[in-house]
């Protein structure tokens, strides 16, 4: 199966290198909107492209890796470029969702290929994970932590505040909180409540750090609503402490069952993601396999993580799976 990734950054790096563990892919081009001649690629002998000359190798990509943003990018992308190929991306802007899947299934449909969106671990294996347990306990509550990780659009909002120079912002689940739930005593919370943020800044010289710490812990939309600290660090020792971009989370649904409802259960899904770009990469390449197989069925239009069967995601053949991991 023939990959082809659009845009090279955390999560098109990352595709490149998951695709060394899967022995069905190669990776066949690159396309980005920068200079080609100054995009530097792990892979050695594949071509990186120019964005503008895409509708020219068609031909050489099975299925396209669209590793845009979900703010401004994935929108406009995703639809046009369903028009060329099978496509798959990992818009996870949640309440966008079905305004972003109708627009890519009528461009899918149109041209006659497959495309799934918003494949990663939050939306994606969270996704799935809410579905089964809400099937399997359906009187019972939902609760969905992320973190403790770095949170990429919340750590670019605090770096536009007036006087930083650079910083990152970690989501970190509430402890009394997630123990409430993972011991069945179905908890109301607030956003408050179940999540803090904590920053770490690095502010240009001679800023006003109270100023920055005030801005930040009242910004709408991203910290007004939480228990937020703010760190003011060096700028080494913001690269030396918070290089990395770890993820992770925790998915519960709680329950009952029995005649009186009488006996209560959870069910508990949890990630600790060294590199959230990579993880969601692994996932992503999993759906690809997935799309791939549909369209040489002759299945068009687009899908979600819900409506693809798992054995599609695997290597294996379905004898295999029934011998192995059944």
Known sequence: MKIGILGYGNLGRGV???IRQNDDMQLSCVFTRRDPS??????????????????????????????????????VQTPEYARLFNVIDSFDTHAR?????????????????????????????????????????PEGNDYTFWGKGVSQ??????????????????????????????????PTLTTRQKHTRECFVVPEEGADLAAIEE??????NYFSDYDTTVHFITEEELKRDHAGIPHGGFVFRTG????????????????????NPEFTSSVILAYARAIYRLNKEGVSGCKTV?????????????????????
């Open 38 to 75: 100054s995009v530097k690629i792990l892979t050695d002998n594949v071509n990186v492209y120019s964005v503008s000359e895409i509708e020219k190798h068609t031909a050489e990509v099975d299925v396209l890796v669209i590793c845009g943003g979900s703010a401004t990018d994935l929108p």
């Open 306 to 326: 819900f409506d693809i069967a798992p054995a599609y995601l695997s290597p294996m053949s379905a004898d295999e799976l029934r011998a192995h991991l059944l």
């Open 16 to 18: 490149e290198c998951a």
């Open 256 to 275: 009952v069952t029995g005649w009186e409802k009488e006996h209560k259960h959870v069910i508990e899904y949890s990630l600790k993601l060294d590199s």
């Open 215 to 220: 801005a930040i812990k009242t910004m709408p």
């Open 97 to 137: 969702i079905p305004e972003h899947f109708a627009n890519v299934d009528e461009a899918a449909k149109k041209s006659g290929h497959t495309a799934l969106i918003s494949a990663g671990w939050d939306p994606g294996m969270f996704s799935l994970n809410r579905l089964y347990a809400n099937c399997i306990l």
């Open 153 to 186: 659009g919340h750590s670019d909002a605090i770096r536009r505040v007036k006087g930083v120079k650079d910083g990152k912002q970690y989501t970190i689940p509430v402890p009394e909180a997630l123990e409430a739930v993972r011991a069945g005593e179905n």
